[in-house]
């Protein structure tokens, strides 16, 4: 048990010490931008479930591989708010409450909502890429796919878990997470898996940016 709880502390104990910290000093106006993703979130899904509402949900937040590029890239930032139909919403409510309000708090609301975006936009843009290449390519997807929806907050949940984990040094939470999306896909390798994909691919390239910028900050702090 000693092991464990040290491995723990190991692997959680900075990132939990300093959301704690932030969120202590000033409770939930420290997640403004989690707040109201969780606002538009439900307000979406109880739109999109009404008569009235469907539509107009559809015509603003929801991307398919196949809609006009220019369409898709303005509705994606709103894209990243609008579950899916097939899913019980409480499970994306959930998931941006923890992920979304993780990162905000040690990545800032800016940088958040850039990952965020960066990371359903490389699943946005896969979707395209898989559909142009076609079934018979290793990444490629049915014609079909073309009309599905887009897999709203997963991709950006996924994307800032596996940045913000690579980023305060849990290491092994981000590599779990990292084998469940990979797991998945090959169970079943459906759009919304390969999209996810995608999106740890984009938050690992930011991560190596990151990397590399920091890394003259590092080298000039060394005593010559």
Request: aromatic share 6%.
């Amino acid at each position: 048990m000693t092991a464990l709880r040290a491995g723990a502390a190991r692997e959680w104990g900075p990132l939990f010490g300093l959301v704690r910290a932030r969120l202590l000093a000033r409770r939930w106006r420290s997640v403004p931008l989690t707040t109201a993703a969780l606002c538009l979130t439900a307000a979406f899904q109880y739109a999109q479930n009404q008569p009235w509402g469907y539509q107009p949900v559809q015509d603003i937040g929801s991307v398919r591989a196949g809609d006009p590029l220019r369409l898709a890239l303005l509705r994606t930032p709103l894209s990243l708010f609008v579950p899916a139909l097939d899913l019980p919403v409480w499970g994306a409510l959930a998931q941006i409450l923890l992920v979304f309000g993780i990162a905000e708090l040690c990545l800032g609301r800016r940088r958040t909502l850039a990952i965020a975006y960066v990371a359903t936009l490389a699943g946005t843009l896969y979707a395209r890429l898989g559909v142009a290449l076609g079934p018979d390519a290793p990444l490629g997807l049915l014609a079909s796919e073309a009309q599905v929806v887009d897999n709203g907050p997963s991709a950006a949940v996924v994307g800032l878990a596996v940045y913000v984990c690579w980023r305060h040094r849990a290491r092994w939470t981000a590599a779990l997470v990292i084998t469940l999306m990979v797991t998945e896909c090959l169970v079943e390798p459906n759009l919304a898996g390969k999209e996810h994909l995608a999106a740890i691919l984009a938050a690992l390239a930011l991560c190596g940016a990151t990397a590399l910028r920091d890394r003259p900050a590092v080298r000039r702090c060394v005593p010559g």
